[in-house]
């Protein structure tokens, strides 16, 4: 893995729901090494998906689901034309009510035989159903349905998939991450200010400057 190719991800969440959620319909992508601070569920439902999870290949078909956590680097790539329910859900609102959840990593097995674990896999499929049901007919008052199924989804997540990191292994990684967190939150909330002042006064924007230079 070239990690000179890694990059960040800034994701635009929804601002009524704080989280990301679509129905991905790809006829083929490649997605490069990132990361972001969300926890990200992928549920394929026509065709395949290739992901990397740091140095884990998988090959994705019809009725898997996938959880990649925070802050950890992946990639994706569409060779088959596939339709998927993709979440995101940014650390930042997961940290309002899930207790100490920078000590936490969310984890299932998509391809597991042990009856117990598969059905908790199929109730949350069942919820990211539910929610891309809703999402697509948005009824009135669909954002209270849309919330509480998120809600619904998070206490799945901590009931049945978390798993708790060693305080010990944690607690210089929180200290990196809260600095780097600091530094893209602001980066975030000042890139589109930045973009333009950038281009009012250069004439251009930071994207050409970086091809410029690299010729």
Known sequence: MDKNGISYEIID??????VKFYTSTDNGSYIPFHWHRAVEIIYIQEGELDVIVESSSHTLHPG????????IIHSTKCTVPNKAIVLQIPLDF???YIPNVQQLV???DYQTKDPVKKTKIEMLKTTLEQLQIIDDIRPDGFILRFNSLIFELLFQLYHNFRVKVFQ???SQQKKDLDRLNLVLNYISENYK???????????CTP???RENMKK
């Open 64 to 71: 898997d689901c996938i959880l990649i956590n925070a802050n």
């Open 13 to 18: 969440y929804s601002g009524i729901t704080n």
């Open 168 to 170: 010990s292994d944690l």
């Open 207 to 209: 994207t050409k400057v």
């Open 106 to 108: 969310f984890f299932w």
């Open 94 to 96: 997961m940290e309002k």
């Open 193 to 203: 200010l930045f973009r333009r002042m950038f281009q009012e006064h250069f004439g």
